[in-house]
């Protein structure tokens, strides 16, 4: 059964840093792409950043440059490092399993329950 466990969320002031890490069972990491995704308060699913295969990740116009997703195939762990947050930056993040990076940024076939972000301004 695939599960995906979020973690490392909390309130942290505008301009401060934040690891986020997702758990992966049931499945082995190292073969499929993943994502983050997030949703604020009163919005829709957003996508931020996704990774293939060989770590090459990618990212939404609106966290290039502060945020980076890495993996750790042995450890079945998806990583987002947050930097210089913004209050815009609150939502819930979750990390989801890709069907193919490809899609990635719009399909994803399981995602965790997620964990909470706030920024203080």
């Known amino acids: 059964q695939v599960q995906l466990v979020e973690s490392g969320g909390g309130l942290v002031q505008a301009g401060g840093s934040l690891r986020l890490s997702c758990v992966a069972s049931?499945?082995?990491?190292?073969?499929?792409?993943m994502s983050w995704v997030r949703q604020a308060p009163g919005k829709g699913v957003e996508w931020v950043s996704d990774i293939n295969l060989v770590g090459t990740a990618r990212y939404d116009e609106s966290v290039r440059g502060r945020f980076t997703t890495s993996r750790d195939n042995a450890k079945n762990t998806l990583y987002l490092d947050m930097a210089n947050v913004k209050p815009e930056d609150t939502a819930v993040y979750h990390c989801?399993?890709?069907?193919?990076?490809?899609?990635?940024?719009?399909?994803?076939?399981?995602r965790g329950p997620g964990t909470q972000i706030t920024v203080s301004s």
């Open positions: 989801a399993k890709c069907i193919a990076w490809e899609s990635c940024k719009y399909i994803q076939d399981s």
């Open positions: 049931g499945f082995a990491l190292r073969n499929f792409a």
